[in-house]
């Protein structure tokens, strides 16, 4: 084999490697997506049915989504490590 050849598939391997880092973080981002609808759905919920408790729930609503887009960052940074 000659050395040009390799230096040709080192740099299409290369690509493909990044494209799948690309997949892999829209993948990653589906979960958190999907967590944090879920989470300001029940809040919402939460407080249609207590209003009197709107306040506590919007503070554990906000915990609840910093916990969730953790995981779309941790994401982002698995895709640009790997």
Same mark, same amino acid.
């Given at each position: 084999? @000659?050395? @040009? *050849?390799? #230096?040709?598939? %080192? #740099? &299409?391997?290369? @690509? $493909? =490697?990044?494209?799948?880092?690309?997949?892999? *973080?829209? =993948?990653?981002?589906?979960?958190?997506?999907?967590?944090?609808?879920?989470?300001?759905?029940? %809040?919402?919920?939460? $407080? %249609? +049915?207590?209003?009197?408790?709107?306040?506590?729930? +919007? &503070? &554990?609503?906000?915990?609840?989504?910093?916990? &969730?887009?953790? =995981? %779309? =960052?941790?994401?982002?940074? #698995?895709?640009?490590?790997?």
């Amino acid at each position: 084999m @000659s050395l @040009s *050849y390799l #230096a040709q598939e %080192a #740099a &299409t391997n290369e @690509s $493909t =490697l990044k494209g799948l880092g690309a997949v892999g *973080y829209g =993948l990653a981002a589906i979960g958190p997506g999907i967590g944090v609808g879920i989470v300001v759905g029940k %809040a919402i919920e939460g $407080t %249609a +049915r207590q209003p009197e408790l709107a306040g506590q729930l +919007r &503070t &554990t609503m906000f915990l609840g989504i910093a916990f &969730t887009e953790a =995981l %779309a =960052l941790i994401g982002l940074v #698995a895709g640009f490590i790997f």
